[in-house]
Every structure is written in C-alpha cells, then in structure tokens.
C-alpha cells in the first residue's frame, strides 16, 4: 500500500480491497513485510494518504494493521466494544473520506466477540451498558436458530455478522456525506469478518 496521493487518488475502492485481501494473505501464511520505521516516520511527518479505514472491535486478537499486513500512514484505525458505531467514529471517517481521500471503509466483526457474547446475555455494565445496547437491533433480527444462546456457536457467529452489517447501515443512515459519496461511487463501505482461529479475513 503506497502512502503517496497520487497512487491513491488512482486506485478503486475494489483495489483497495484487494490490497487489503493480499495484506492479509501474508499475515495468515506468516510471511509479512519486514517493515523499518525510520524512512516511514519521515515520509509521513508532513501529511497522510491512507487508503482504507477499518472499524474493529477492541478485541486484543484483532490487532487491525497486523491483520492486513499495514503500517504507519497506510490504515484510519476505529475501534470499539462490538465495532459500534458511534458520532466520533462517523465524524472520523467523514475527515477521512472527504479530507485525506480515503476510499474504502471496513466495518470488522470478529469470531468469539465477548461484546456480542455480553450483548446476547443481557449483561449490564457501567458505561459498556449503552454500547451493548447498540447491538440488540442485530440480535433482533437474527432469526432461524434453535437455541438463541451463546452455547450455540453458529447463532452467535450469525448475530456477529449481522451486527457488522447494522454498523454499514448506521453509517450510511446517519452520514450524508459517506452516504452520497458512496453514491457517487468514489467510496465504498462493506462489512468484513475476522476469525481469531485462523487470522483469515473474509470481505462480504
Ligand atoms: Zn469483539
């Protein structure tokens, strides 16, 4: 991934994922760049062109440059309990999209989500409560298990991904500007999964 504006002004949302597939490809086959940080920190002191911002969860498994294999300058890093969204985060990736260029936003779900474990559970917790709250529209709409439980795996997996989805939809409804920019097709935002068995991404 280049940290020059002018590769990035050329390249597609769907390059941009490319990159990120490749990216993540070296990090499961534990073949990454050997990355030095001197000539990066000099490159980038002055501005900064990422190509691709990423709304993870605070999981410590789900270590986002490491993922794809990125760097200093290269990746808009968001994170929070369950990849939710909130007003900074949105705020965040509208600088991003409009004032740095970047062309691609990821929101990231990732197997074994406590958040979403937390959520599914009802568990109240001083200020987690109303970030868990944020993920009950994903459970609602989570239909077809038999039971709706933590015990059952692929129920879980299930509400991790369509929590993923909600967090897509709540940017596009609550941002005008990432909304009409993805119209227009200079953006694109989609969902992702992370396992944190195997490091493998699948974009969706
Ligand atoms: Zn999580």
Redesign the pocket.
Known sequence: MSLHKSIQEIMTPEQVIELLKKGNERFVNDDMRNVKTHHLLEATKEEQYPLAAILA?M?SRVPVERVFDKTIGELFSFRSP?NVVNKDIIGGMEYAAKVTGTKLFVAMG?TG????NAAIKGTKLGNLTQSLDKIKPAIEKTSGFDPKSVKNIKYVNAVIYNNTLHSIETIRKESAILREMEEKGEIKIVAAMYDIATGKVTFH
């Open positions: 969860c999981d369950g990732h989500c406590g958040a979403v």
